[in-house]
């Protein structure tokens, strides 16, 4: 009987040991929650763009918490992006997490691509702030599906090499029949897009061997930036291969000073394919030249490669 009580008396000690290091019920937590962006570096697209930034607390506010944000950067607002729900965190009652979004229009201006901002989050006595969490990064981009590097890789004299046979034959797949170059450019402005211009606002390029097409009439290419003329769609999502649409506009040609003829303009349009495996991009591509006096479509075919043929 003597060993029973013990064994009972040593349950229950037990027992209240237990109960004595289990957490109360309904603590009360005195600090203020912790507070911090989750992501701190995000991209919006230049053109028709959205983007958000969320921030976290480490638990649920008990009454509705708005934070105005510091945002600053060289993006201006109202002109390189819009918050169409205003610039402040607003946690509803009884939720960790709240967000403010981004949006671009759909007419940047080329300097848009390089724009960012910074959103910071003030302090206050309402929470405290994860040092490395409290600003976030915002730059401006686009969303190229195509592997636009191959035909315009960035460089100072991105050289896209060029064949064509100047008229409807198709161009051959060796040799150099028809061969120039050309300074091939990202746009800054349009998604899987490349451009022809220079590097610099006084300098043109010889797009589409422009050149030597218009050479007897004693022109050079002067004036020729065309910013936005190849546009790729992949054959579908994740694709490799696909067409492009040249960009239908108006090419602004100068004559040599000595001349004494007036400058002219030829149309611009056409289409064609892409493929990043071999690098080449086969294109028709029509003339208009009724500005001096020509036939209002001219068809030439070209090849442009990502690499000169040997």
């Known amino acids: 009987m003597k060993a029973t009580s013990t064994l009972w008396g040593g349950l229950l000690v037990l027992i209240v040991l237990i109960a004595g290091c289990r957490p109360d019920a309904s603590p009360t937590n005195s600090a203020p929650p912790q ?3 989750g992501d701190t570096e995000v991209s919006l697209s230049v053109v028709n763009g959205t983007a958000q ?5 480490t638990r649920p506010v008990r009454q509705e918490l708005s934070i105005p944000l510091a945002i600053s950067g060289t993006a201006i607002p109202g002109q390189d992006y819009t ?4 610039d402040v965190l ?10 403010i979004t981004f949006q671009t229009d759909s007419n940047p201006d080329e300097d848009r691509i390089t724009k960012m901002l910074t959103v910071e989050i003030p302090t206050s006595e309402d929470y405290r702030l994860a040092e490395d969490r409290a600003v976030a990064t915002l730059t401006f981009g686009l969303n190229n599906t195509v592997n636009l590097e191959l035909w315009a890789d960035g460089t100072s004299f991105p050289q ?68 936005n003329l190849l546009k790729f769609t992949p054959a579908e999502e994740g694709a490799t291969a696909g067409t492009v649409e040249v960009i239908p506009q108006d090419v602004f040609i100068q004559r040599i000073s000595s ?7 030829i149309g611009l349009s056409g289409s064609g394919t892409y493929d ?24 030439r075919r070209y090849s442009l490669e990502a690499s000169q043929r040997n």
């Open 160 to 227: 896209l090499w060029g064949y064509t046979t100047f008229g409807p034959d198709p161009v051959p797949p060796t040799g150099r029949t028809g061969q120039f170059f050309a300074f091939a450019y990202q746009s800054n402005t349009m998604e899987n897009t490349i451009g022809f211009l220079g590097d610099r606002p006084e300098v043109s390029t010889n797009v589409l061997n422009i050149v030597r097409i218009y050479d007897d009439l004693s022109a050079f290419s002067m004036g020729v930036r065309l910013p």
């Open 35 to 37: 507070l911090g962006w």
């Open 276 to 299: 990043e495996t071999t690098g080449i991009i086969l294109l028709d591509v029509h003339f208009d030249e009724t500005d001096i006096g020509g036939p209002a479509d001219t068809l």
């Open 90 to 99: 607003i946690f509803a009652a009884g939720t960790s997490e709240a967000s």
């Open 259 to 265: 001349s004494d003829l007036p400058d002219f303009t």
């Open 83 to 86: 918050l169409p729900g205003g």
């Open 53 to 57: 930034l969320t921030a976290f607390l």
